[in-house]
């Protein structure tokens, strides 16, 4: 029994070394192999795409846009039916030279270089688009003539109305609006042919057209329709006329009417012109030309600023 109990007490003595042993070398193993539970991610907060600006309405970038067939706001002299964006400039010098193109001899004329050494008539001209389709503009001659005008756009000519329609009203005055002083009631009607050609109808009624005491003559009104087109001769290239028959009322002189050669580059617009008159208000119009025999040359220059 003493013989048994020194090789027992060994076994267990190794027993329990290797135990002890076996856990040191666990402990660390467990520790490199145990898995690490991430911290909880929180979800990120959802931000708001970011918005477009806003964009402008359609119809003023329409309005924008070039008509091909309408680069300007005018003909020679009579308005059209090109709307202003709103918000927007345009602005116009009218010049009409006062020699006349047939006095005298080839020689001649070119000695005063086609009139360009004559005096002339200027106007300046400044357009504002006051809302979608409507438009204000003063314009002022060097005989001092100021003339205010407003264009109300009622029917644009799209793929659903064959015509454009617009009213159209003015007041103006001589010698600074001091003297001679009338209005214009006026419906402007236009019509797109082909791709190539804009014909316009204009009924008006200028009242007090009539430089002179009333009872001078027998009419102090005049009714007038404006008629005129532009022809597209190549992409930036047009030919212009108009003529302002004087139907009834004060009408004396001849009915005006020009002729012209036009020329688009970008936002700038350049006319050379002959007309029979120098009017480019509608009561300097409605008084007619000097005669069928006497043409003036001159120019307009437009630019918009849009």
Known sequence: MHILVGPIRKIAFVTAAAGLVGLFLAGPAAAQTDPVTPPQQQPAAETPAPQPPPTPSSTSTSDARLDPLQPDFVLAALPVTLRMPAHKLAFRVTHRFTRNLGR???????????GFDSGAQIGLELRYGLLPGTQIG???????????????????EDDSHPLGIDGYLTFEGTNNTRAQKSGTFAVLVS?????????????MYIVNTNPFPSGAVSDND????????????????????????????????????SFAIELRSGGHTFQINVSNG????????????????????????SRKFF
């Open 104 to 114: 005298g001899d080839l020689s001649d004329l070119l000695q005063d270089f086609f």
């Open 138 to 156: 003063i314009h002022r001659t060097s005989d001092r003539t100021i003339e205010i005008f407003g264009q109300q756009s009622i029917m644009k």
């Open 191 to 203: 019509r797109k042919v082909a791709g190539h050609v804009a014909l316009y109808a204009e009924p």
């Open 222 to 257: 005049t009714f007038m329709l404006g008629l005129g087109g532009r022809f597209r001769l190549r992409p930036t290239m047009y030919f212009v006329g108009e003529y302002s028959p004087r139907l009834s009322g004060y009408k004396p002189g001849v009915d005006q009417m």
């Open 278 to 301: 120098f009017g480019t208000t509608m009561g300097q119009i409605a008084r007619g030309g000097l005669s069928n025999d006497q043409w003036f040359l001159g120019f307009n220059i």
